[in-house]
């Protein structure tokens, strides 16, 4: 692909990921009553983070071991409520250690 | 003066995010650059787009040379989620916020920075949102540039065990919330088993990882919805 093209083709990568982010902003400002709607909405980040994180997580290094080390040590920090930055550097060098003892 | 505490308030609830991007975006900048873009246009990808998965997926495309369709397509399929996310913000924002400000917050919404204004408690004011969503820029877009750059001096071991950095960070987020509450547990584990099976199921091959991500979500929130549903602020 030219430079021409790739720069196009970027423009429209960002275009189609601005669309779905702003079309419910712009247009929508009524208040949902719904308390189905309303809890629906509120569970959201969660089930997106989880089908997000599993089980991509365990195909993200490149190697099955290193990645379950990683995820393992991430889980643990996280479940002792560290900051996002100590989890995700800790796991990254898990992953790299594990990575060079393998 | 509510303003500007609201805006620092907003700086200081980016700032784990900012952080966290730097290791993912420069994991983004390496592949990029490996792929053989310019790290001028690895930047601009990271400025104009501030997604991981969609932009991660459609620089693969743009890199192998598939056409613009098709770019369009993927990159519009795995970001669909953001609708959900960004509907569920309209029940957040401040009452009266202009279009003009509420479409400068729409650009800022990520899974991480969506979530993390989810757990803030009351309406959420623009001041606060464009603190929040500020650092998570300059880390996202810093961060490809460094990887850019250095592409060439880092072995490919650190390379490959900062693809890690992404999800660590999702975990973070999720896992002190699903402490305090057995509803989000059970809805995560329900998205989860979801996209398992779509896709390892060989009947759902076909689905693309955007599309799982959406059915997942529907139907893990939906089901929460209907089991634990929360009946006040």
């Known amino acids: ?102 | 003066m509510k303003n500007k505490t609201d805006f620092i308030h907003g700086l200081k609830q980016g700032m784990p995010i900012a952080m966290g991007y730097v290791p993912v975006s420069f994991t983004f900048g390496l592949m990029a650059v490996a792929g053989g873009l310019p790290a001028w246009l690895a930047f601009v990808i990271s400025l104009t787009n501030l997604t991981s998965a969609g932009q991660f997926a459609g620089t693969n495309l743009i890199i192998a040379g598939a056409g613009y369709l098709e770019i369009a397509l993927t990159t519009f399929v795995i970001n669909i989620r953001y609708m959900l996310m960004s509907l569920s913000l309209t029940q957040r924002l401040e009452k009266g916020m202009t279009l003009a400000k509420r479409l400068m917050v729409a650009f800022g919404v990520t899974d991480e920075i969506f979530t993390v204004a989810s757990m803030e408690k009351g309406k959420l004011s623009f001041p606060f949102m464009m603190g929040l969503i500020i650092g998570p820029v300059i880390g996202w877009s810093g961060g490809t540039l460094l990887g850019a750059v250095i592409s060439t001096a880092l072995p490919e071991s650190l390379s490959g065990a900062m693809g890690i950095a992404l999800y660590a960070m999702f975990i973070a987020i999720i896992l002190p919330q699903a402490k305090k509450s057995r509803a989000v547990i059970i809805i995560v584990l329900i998205a989860v088993a979801i996209t398992c099976m779509l896709k390892y199921f060989p009947l759902f091959k076909s689905i693309s990882s955007g599309f799982r991500v959406i059915i997942a979500t529907v139907t893990g929130a939906g089901i929460g919805a209907f089991l634990f549903p929360i009946r006040d602020e």
């Open chain 1, 1 to 102: 692909m030219t430079l021409d093209k790739a720069l196009i083709a970027v423009l429209i990568m960002a275009l189609v990921t601005y669309i779905p982010r702003s079309l419910p902003i712009a247009i929508f400002r009524r208040e949902i009553k719904s308390l189905y709607i309303k809890s629906f909405l509120k569970y959201v980040p969660y089930a997106v983070l989880g089908a997000l994180t599993f089980p991509d997580i365990f195909s993200s290094t490149g190697n099955l071991i290193s990645a379950i080390c990683g995820t393992l040590v991430a889980l643990w920090l996280a479940y002792r409520e560290k900051s996002l930055v100590i989890v995700a550097s800790c796991a990254i060098i898990t992953v790299y250690i594990t990575g060079l003892i393998i």
